[in-house]
Structures are given as structure tokens and as C-alpha cells.
């Protein structure tokens, strides 16, 4: 490797292309005042695969399928963002003693089946769903009785893999309550992890998936959609929250964050705070 390439900058001209090509793909809008930080992870991916210039891994990038490892491995360094159980605590204090509270009683009166299903969009490595389900195992006492499904998806390959894995370390745990952690997790392996327990495991399901391609699926109660719009333009936000109403049942929830910026998307919804919408009577395809 060359003494030129460790100091080398992605041009602008690089960047664009680059920059287009991610958003191709995934609907990401890489600015061009992120040219720096956009150079130094290239410049790992670069390290890491051999390749001695950006136009040639570019070309490489171009030649790659959706779930190859390397094309992965580079949208992972440009999307890393920090996750881990519990994040928004004032979101789950709603979930667990609102949202949870009001379909159990529903449920127990005969008004409704005992179903629930829920989506967490772009998943990550899964720290959102089995908190999903911890919140659920806590307060749906007759949960065995119950049909319920969490689906986790990711645009990531190796994200999902590890949300398969159901394995968290201490800094995704950090927020865990200590009641949950001992009745819903058990040590790992290396003592180092915490593991799901087999209950949380059957309600949750993880799956690829880009948001900008139609979900196919039957229709959610609830959808998360968290912090991930925050890197998505205008355009590429309102081709996913489309996707996403077509999979939501009447009277359902969207749960975003407040930085997220769909507001404006979402007026056929009806705002209960800066990240909660619900739904009206009917959704159209």
C-alpha cells in the first residue's frame, strides 16, 4: 500500500459519484460537506480489501449485488450510527403503560383478537425489537396466549446476522433494567454478552429489507421507524413512509423520532406528539 493512499482525499468529482451511487441504492444523501468523513471510511474499506485507488473499489462497488459482503461492509462504515436497548426511554414508558396497557384490556373485553403485530424498521443489530418484546413479556401477563410477531429488518447483511444472534454486549445492556436483564437475558459465552431468552426469541423475526422497496407483509399495529430518515432527502423520505402506510392496519401507530422530519409526510395521520401518529379508520394500498 502506498504512503500516497493513507493521506489521499476523495476528490469531488469522486464524491459525487459515490455519493450517487449510495443513493441509488439505498436512498441515502451523503452532502458534499461530508467529504471527509466520507474519505476516511473509504479509506478503511481501501486498507481492508487490497485496493490501491477509489476509482477502481468504485468500480468494484458497481459490479456488486445488494448482499455481497464487501458492498455491506461499505454501507456499514458510511450508516454506523450508536443503538442499543431501551434508546428513548420516554418512547417506551408510552409503549409499555400506554400502547401495551390499552390492547391488553381490549383484548381481555373480547373487542379485539389476541394479536400483535409489530415492525421495527431498519432494525440494526436488533437491540429494538427485543426490546419490543422484554416490554411485551412484561406486561401482556397471558403473552402465551397471544399471536405475536415482531419482525426486525435491515438493508444490512451482517446487521441482521447479528440480530439473528440475539447477543448484546454491555453498552447495548446499559439502559436494561436490572429486572429485565435477569428475567429476560442470561449470560453468553465469554460472559461478556447477555443472550435472549427463548421467549423474547419466538416472537422476534429478522429480515433484509431495503425501505425503499415495498414491504410485503400483512398489516402492523405498530411501526417503529427511528432514527434512520435523519441520512434520507425529501424524496427518498416520502417513497419510504409510503411503503410504510401500506402496511399499517387501521388505528395503528408510527412511532419516528423527533429528528426525524416527516411531519409534513404524514398529514393523512393524525399526531399525538412529536413522534407518535396514529392512522384513521382506513388505509389506502
Given amino acids: 500500500m502506498s504512503t500516497a493512499l493513507s493521506i489521499q482525499e476523495v476528490t469531488d468529482a469522486q464524491l459525487a459519484r459515490y455519493a450517487k451511487l449510495i443513493y441509488e441504492r439505498t436512498g441515502i444523501h451523503v452532502s458534499p460537506q461530508k467529504k471527509t468523513l466520507l474519505s476516511n471510511r473509504l479509506r478503511r474499506r481501501l486498507r481492508a480489501t487490497g485496493i490501491d485507488s477509489y476509482e477502481i473499489y468504485f468500480k468494484h462497488l458497481q459490479g456488486l449485488a445488494p448482499n455481497d459482503a464487501e458492498w455491506d461492509a461499505f454501507l456499514q462504515e458510511i450508516t454506523t450510527h450508536e443503538t442499543y436497548l431501551f434508546r428513548d426511554m420516554a418512547q417506551w414508558d408510552w409503549f409499555r403503560d400506554v400502547f401495551l396497557k390499552d390492547i391488553a384490556s381490549v383484548a381481555r373485553a373480547g373487542k379485539r383478537p389476541k394479536t400483535l403485530r409489530i415492525w421495527s424498521a431498519a432494525c440494526s443489530t436488533g437491540d429494538e425489537p427485543h426490546t419490543i418484546a422484554c416490554c411485551i413479556a412484561d406486561r401482556i401477563t397471558d403473552a402465551s396466549r397471544w399471536q405475536i410477531e415482531i419482525l426486525g429488518t435491515d438493508i444490512g447483511t451482517g446487521a441482521v446476522a447479528h440480530a439473528r444472534m440475539a447477543e448484546f454486549g454491555q453498552r447495548a445492556m446499559h439502559l436494561v433494567p436490572d429486572g429485565y436483564r435477569r428475567r429476560f437475558f442470561s449470560k453468553a459465552r465469554d460472559e461478556t454478552l447477555w443472550?435472549?431468552?427463548?421467549?423474547?426469541?419466538?416472537?422476534?423475526?429478522?429480515?433484509?429489507h431495503n425501505l425503499l422497496e415495498p414491504l410485503n407483509e400483512q398489516p402492523f399495529d405498530l411501526v417503529f421507524l427511528k432514527n434512520v430518515l435523519i441520512y434520507f432527502d425529501?424524496?427518498?423520505?416520502?417513497?419510504?413512509?409510503?411503503?410504510?402506510?401500506?402496511?399499517?392496519?387501521?388505528?395503528?401507530?408510527?412511532v419516528t423520532s423527533a429528528a426525524e422530519g416527516v411531519a409534513n409526510l404524514l398529514k393523512d395521520m393524525e399526531h399525538l406528539s412529536g413522534w407518535l401518529h396514529r392512522t384513521g379508520k382506513s388505509q389506502s394500498a
Avoid: C, G, H, M
Fill in 195 to 208: 443472550s435472549a431468552k427463548e421467549q423474547l426469541r419466538s416472537w422476534t423475526r429478522f429480515e433484509l
Fill in 234 to 254: 425529501s424524496q427518498s423520505k416520502q417513497r419510504v413512509i409510503d411503503n410504510i402506510r401500506r402496511v399499517l392496519a387501521p388505528k395503528a401507530y408510527l
